[in-house]
Structure formats: structure tokens, C-alpha cells
């Protein structure tokens, strides 16, 4: 499914710079940011996968919690991700997070917008978007948050409400070595509400690139929850 609804700007900056090919860099049609040999080469999350953090299985029934979500206490209601975090999906979230390739926020955006064929998510009244927000120091070098890029173009596409309520309040250190234990400390008082936030009764649907352990995720699912958010669900475009 893509969307159809396309900001002004990007329709006018199609006319001057024709599109290109996010994976391969063939000339692409106008309104096409993915020729179809690139887009046939991802691979999506379509078949048996866990129902709360979308964790692929072989052989697995539709619905069934695998055993990292099984008895978890998560804050999280569940992770829908579209994409397995390999091959082309991997290299352009890696380009659009750490090369400042902001246009890529187009191919990625479509692909989290996938996500909505998830029927539990089609079936929410107006959920909020919620970025997963970076440190200011980190978002000054990498000149945006890929998070909010991704949400403001679901918002767009969707036409959902997108909010900040939430900050980074350390500049965590990279946690891909650390355990679950390790991480979750790491994470503790990361994320806090801003001072005029006001999350009562909603319900969020959290944004981020790519869930790996979903760890921050679900702590800020439990700062909102914290707060009185009704329901936390997250979106994400791969699964790591
Ligand atoms: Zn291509
Ligand atoms: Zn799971």
C-alpha cells in the first residue's frame, strides 16, 4: 500500500530534481523513490511472527507471544514492524540515520505506513503519534531525529495528530553490547514528560526506525503510561 496523499514541496521538487532509484540510483518516474527490482528484493515481515514484538518464527501459528514477550512485564501493548532489518532495509535506515540522507525518509515513510494493514492498528480511533525522541547533543550531529522524520511523513499520509511529550534526558551511551539487564538500567530515566505535557487518556502509537529489543520503546511506553496514557502501541519500520 502506498500512500497517496504527498506534500506540496515534494511534488515540486520532483519536477527540478527527477527522482532516483533510494537503492540503486536508476531515474525513477516522478512520485517513485524505489525502482520495483529494488522494492521486490526487501523482504517484509508477512509472515508468522510474534503478536507483541513482531519477532519472526518459523512454522508458528498467526498469533502467539514468542518467549522473550511470554509472562514480560511490558509497559507495551505490542510492535507492529514492516520490514526484517537486512540487506537494502538495513543500508538505507543506516544512510538516513547516520549519513543525513534525509530524503530517504520517503521510501522508509511508505514502508511504516505498511504498517496500518495491521488490523489492530486500522481499528484505533485516532491514535497519537509519538517520536521516540533523540538527546539535543545527538540530534545536532545527526541534524535530525529519523524518528520524527518518519512520524511527520505517517501523520501526513495518515492524517494523524503527532505529538512530543517526551524528552531524552541522558545522552545514553550505545547499548549494543550491553544484556537486557544492562539496557534497561542504561535506559532508566532516559525519557521524561515535558513540563506541559498532557498524555491522560490518550492513546499513542510510538515511532521509530527499527526495533531490536524494543527495550526503549517500552520505557517510554512507561513514562506516557506513568503519566496516564490509556494504551501504547509502537510502529516501526524494521525488526532487527
Ligand atoms: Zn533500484
Ligand atoms: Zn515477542
Same mark, same amino acid.
Given at each position: ?12 521538487? +520532483? ?12 531515474? &525513477? ?13 526487501? #523482504? ?6 510474534c503478536?507483541i514484538c ?11 507471544a514468542c518467549p522473550n514477550c511470554r509472562g514480560a512485564e511490558l509497559h507495551l501493548d505490542f510492535a ?14 543506516? #544512510? %538516513?540515520?547516520?549519513? =543525513? ?14 504498517? %496500518?494493514?495491521?488490523? #489492530? ?45 517526551? #524528552?531524552? =534526558?541522558?545522552?545514553?551511551?550505545? &547499548?549494543?553490547? %550491553?544484556?537486557r539487564r544492562?539496557r534497561m538500567r542504561?535506559l532508566r +530515566? ?17 515511532? +521509530?526506525?527499527?526495533?531490536?529489543t524494543g527495550s526503549t520503546l517500552d520505557e517510554c511506553a512507561r513514562v506516557l503510561l506513568e503519566?496516564?496514557?490509556?494504551s501504547v502501541r509502537a510502529?516501526?519500520?524494521? =525488526?532487527?
Open positions: 500500500m502506498r500512500s497517496l496523499l504527498r506534500p506540496a514541496f515534494e511534488t515540486l521538487v +520532483d519536477l527540478v530534481y527527477p527522482p532516483h532509484c533510494a537503492g540503486c540510483g536508476t531515474a &525513477q518516474p516522478s512520485g517513485k523513490w524505489i525502482c520495483g527490482k529494488c522494492e521486490a528484493a526487501v #523482504r517484509r515481515l508477512d509472515g508468522p511472527k503478536a513482531s519477532r519472526p518464527f518459523d512454522g508458528m501459528l498467526d498469533t502467539f507492529v514492524a514492516v520490514m526484517h532489518s537486512h540487506g537494502l532495509v538495513r543500508d538505507l535506515i543506516h #544512510r %538516513f540515520k547516520y549519513g =543525513r540522507e534525509f530524503h530517504l525518509r520517503r521510501v522508509l515513510g511508505d514502508w511504516l505506513v505498511e504498517s %496500518f494493514e495491521d488490523s #489492530r492498528l486500522a481499528a484505533m480511533e485516532n491514535p497519537t503519534l509519538i517520536p521516540v525522541p533523540l538527546h539535543p547533543a545527538r540530534q545536532r550531529e545527526r541534524r535530525f531525529n529519523q524518528s520524527a522524520a518518519l512520524a511527520e511523513w505517517v501523520a501526513e499520509s495518515r492524517g494523524l495528530r503527532l505529538e512530543h511529550p517526551l #524528552r531524552r =534526558r541522558l545522552h545514553t551511551v550505545t &547499548q549494543t553490547h %550491553f544484556d544492562q542504561n +530515566d532516559a525519557f521524561a514528560l515535558r513540563h506541559n505535557a498532557d498524555v491522560k487518556d490518550k492513546s499513542f502509537l510510538l515511532v +521509530d526506525d527499527v526495533l531490536t503519566g496516564g496514557a490509556r510502529i516501526t519500520v524494521a =525488526r532487527g
